[in-house]
């Protein structure tokens, strides 16, 4: 008996724990794989002279990148509808694209362009 017991918590373990580690799988791949983007820019810190990226840098852009994913993530859960999922996701992706213009070269004049 209690080895039938054991048998099945074990068990209801493991489905939990398969489930649990799916979910942060997803949430993981969505996240961490736009700061792998991070090493273009790395390397041409390291093997060229024309990108000058401080550790600030890319922290910053670190930072940004991974809210974009983590915004992307949500957006992908919660709106079930794939058709109605586009739009949230290109709002997002332009957000990102505005702020990261706008901390390189300064396309719209804001105080944060660091210029």
């Not at 736009?34 to 930072?63: A, E």
């Not at 993530?73 to 509808?81: A, I, L």
Request: with cysteine; hydrophobic share 60%.
């Amino acid at each position: 008996m209690i080895k039938r017991l054991y048998c099945y918590s074990l068990a209801v373990f493991f489905i939990f724990a398969k489930t649990y580690l799916m979910i942060n799988l997803k949430l993981t791949k969505r996240v961490l794989a736009p700061l792998f983007l991070l090493l273009i820019p790395l390397f041409g810190n390291i093997f060229s002279n024309q990108v000058n990226w401080s550790l600030f840098d890319f922290i910053v852009m670190g930072f940004l990148m991974g809210l974009t994913g983590l915004s992307i993530h949500f957006t992908m859960e919660k709106v079930r509808n794939k058709t109605l999922r586009i739009v949230p996701i290109i709002f997002i992706l332009i957000i990102f694209l505005m702020i990261w213009a706008e901390l390189a070269i300064g396309v719209f004049g804001s105080p944060i362009a660091g210029s």
